[in-house]
């Protein structure tokens, strides 16, 4: 009954929150849409393209072992956050060395600082990975739907003020990076989690 109950809640607040994001949203692309031109998408489309599919292969199902396993000790969750730390870091360095040649592949030269900046993110998102683990491990999905809701609005708004300001494509780029950062302090303060640099191969084996 008690799973039942659960269940119901995560569709409950997944619904109720996913769908005035998905109104701002779509009422704010239209307008940053006015405002920036498509060269400047492009040159985003370009830099989400390659980080963007990239980076979904860095979870590794760490944080669904976190939820299955019931994981709580704090040097486990320490070495999953470290072994995603590092994977971040490297391929944010290699995409750094490669920016110029995926601009050229793509004969756009604006795009190599822009994929430079954004390889960030790698790093960015290896941050939220445990806090919003564990957040999913104590089933506390209204917290979920929240985080995620002040994420695309974030995004929306911060997108939307900079492309005003005539950041053309950087008012994509700034309106992925700033609300990304923010959520991830955000979550971390939420569950009461201190990322910290440890890792212990004898554990990780049975993660």
Not at 59 to 69: D, L, T
Not at 141 to 147: L, P, R, S, T
Not at 177 to 187: E, K, M, N, Q, W
Request: charged fraction near 15%.
């Amino acid at each position: 009954m008690s799973e039942s109950r659960n269940t119901r809640s995560q569709l409950y607040w997944n619904t109720l929150l996913r769908i005035p994001a998905q109104v701002i949203n779509f009422v704010i692309s239209i307008l940053v849409a006015r405002l920036l031109m498509p060269r400047d998408f492009g040159i985003m489309g370009i830099t989400m393209m390659i980080i963007g599919y990239t980076n979904l292969f860095t979870n590794f199902g760490f944080v669904e072992a976190i939820i299955q396993k019931n994981i709580h000790d704090k040097k486990i969750l320490n070495s999953i956050f470290t072994f995603n730390l590092t994977i971040s870091c490297l391929l944010a360095g290699g995409f750094y060395l490669i920016a110029g040649l995926i601009a050229d592949f793509f004969n756009t030269p604006e795009a190599m600082m822009v994929i430079r900046v954004m390889s960030i993110v790698f790093i960015i998102t290896a941050f939220p990975i445990v806090p919003n683990a564990i957040l999913r491990r104590d089933m506390k999905f209204k917290a979920v739907a929240i985080f995620d809701l002040i994420q695309a609005i974030l995004m929306s708004i911060i997108t939307l003020l900079l492309a005003y300001k005539g950041f053309e494509y950087w008012a994509l780029v700034y309106g992925q990076i700033i609300p990304l950062a923010v959520t991830s302090v955000l979550l971390c303060i939420k569950v009461r989690y201190l990322p910290s640099l440890y890792y212990n191969n004898n554990l990780m084996k049975k993660v």
